[in-house]
């Protein structure tokens, strides 16, 4: 079992900046992947990012290229996703997850693991 628990989220204003973390605990392995998906009320969920465990690995969705940057802190487990030049339409309750596979996959049904999620929420 792989226990993720979320934190960061919070209200910010179009053009600010928030760092999510994603405390990693449990059964881990260096051959997981682990990713970042957001959900907007009545909307799918939507891949963000995705790494390695080993790190030499990520991939980001064309709506945040640029802006986030997704990286691991291996002594502290923890996943951090900086958010920058933040948007009304990243908006979402933002999920961490983690797959068994050691390819980061954008599909949302590949990872076994998930956290709770945080809330971000950027206003106009």
């Known amino acids: 079992q792989v226990q993720l628990v979320e934190s960061g989220g919070g209200l910010v204003q179009a053009g600010g900046s928030l760092r999510l973390s994603c405390a990693v605990s449990?059964?881990?392995?260096?051959?997981?992947?682990m990713a970042w998906f957001r959900q907007a009320p009545g909307k799918e969920r939507e891949f963000v990012s995705a790494?390695?465990?080993?790190?030499?690995?990520?991939i980001y969705a064309n709506s945040v290229k640029g802006r986030f940057t997704f990286s691991k802190d291996n002594a502290k487990n923890t996943l951090l996703l900086q958010m920058h030049s933040l948007k009304p339409e990243d908006t979402a309750v933002y999920y961490c997850?983690?797959?068994?596979?050691?390819?980061?996959?954008?599909?949302?049904?590949?990872?076994?693991?998930w956290g709770q999620g945080t809330q971000v929420t950027v206003s106009s």
């Open positions: 790494i390695t465990w080993r790190g030499n690995n990520t």
């Open positions: 449990g059964r881990t392995f260096i051959n997981y992947s």
């Open positions: 997850a983690a797959s068994l596979s050691s390819i980061p996959y954008s599909d949302y049904a590949r990872y076994r693991y």
